[in-house]
């Protein structure tokens, strides 16, 4: 019986249902392959085919442990994320507390927000600091949490964007004495927490139809994929900075656009 062959990710909603009908006994591929939601790329008879296999006793024990450990980390997670919330409340200003956090534009991420359970706390970190890091693209809530958590929402101690880039570790590091590169090594100040976040960001908007998902795959060509997931992450961090210090919004200008401008930019130089 091969689960993770049958559905892509085990946490989601087709995933789990499967896993807790098999811990509650139930044996047939069909009935569990019923489970399949409806967003499913595969069929209930692509799903029951891995489905149909042998059951042994001790595997299907250590499936039951597993899904306690894990029904108990969620709800612990649960309990820290309504903590956190009840802290971001105390932190508001009294004149945004009760304001609804205003329509995103792009309604597909909203809905995406809204099915992840993050569209309490997208409103709650928005009332604490006046702008939507959700609006740009690849920053969910949770990672909006994070940069907030870390940060604060005064960004004067970075005179420019470059010092809060240099800050995150997300620039080359150019040592250099007398004409000489010296050896790259990595100081310990800085905040990974926030780079490691933008990173994973990095990575998920690298397959978008959106500009910086084009910036991703136009890096990614040329130079690779992990000098595109530094390259974004950095860009991230710059829209982040500029959106905290000057309250500038993003509007994505599409892949399409940013294709034609990047091409515009090579016939002048040429």
């Known amino acids: 019986v091969q689960v993770h062959r049958a559905v892509s990710d085990l946490n989601g909603k087709t995933g789990l249902a499967i896993v807790r009908a098999i811990v509650a006994g139930e044996r047939d591929p069909v009935r569990l392959a019923a489970h399949r939601d409806p967003h499913c790329r595969k069929s209930v008879d692509q799903i029951a085919r891995h489905l149909t296999g042998t059951w042994r006793d001790e595997h299907l024990f250590n499936l039951a442990s597993a899904l306690r450990c894990y029904d108990l980390f969620e709800a612990e997670i649960a309990t820290y994320d309504a903590r956190l919330i009840q802290e971001l409340q105390a932190l508001q200003p009294p004149e ?16 995406n927000i809204q099915g992840h359970g993050g569209a309490q706390l997208r409103t709650e970190l928005w009332r604490f600091a006046g ?139 040429l």
């Open 96 to 111: 945004r507390q009760d304001l609804p956090v205003p329509r995103h534009p792009n309604p597909r991420k909203e809905r």
């Open 131 to 269: 702008v939507d890091l959700t609006r740009i693209d690849a920053i969910s809530a949770g990672v909006a949490q994070v940069v907030l958590t870390e940060l604060g929402t005064d960004l004067s101690a970075f005179a420019t964007e470059g010092h809060f880039v240099s800050w995150l570790r997300l620039c080359p590091r150019t040592a250099i004495s007398g004409g000489k590169p010296l050896k790259k090594r990595r100081n310990a100040l800085g905040s990974s927490r926030i780079a490691g976040t933008l990173r994973i960001a990095a990575l998920a908007v690298g397959r978008s139809k959106t500009a910086l998902g084009a910036y991703y795959r136009r890096i990614a060509r040329h130079k690779g994929g992990a000098v595109a997931v530094f390259a974004t992450a950095r860009k991230l961090a710059v829209l982040v900075y500029r959106m905290l210090r000057y309250g500038q919004d993003y509007v994505d200008q599409g892949e399409a656009a940013y294709e034609a401008k990047f091409q515009a930019q090579r016939l002048a130089a």
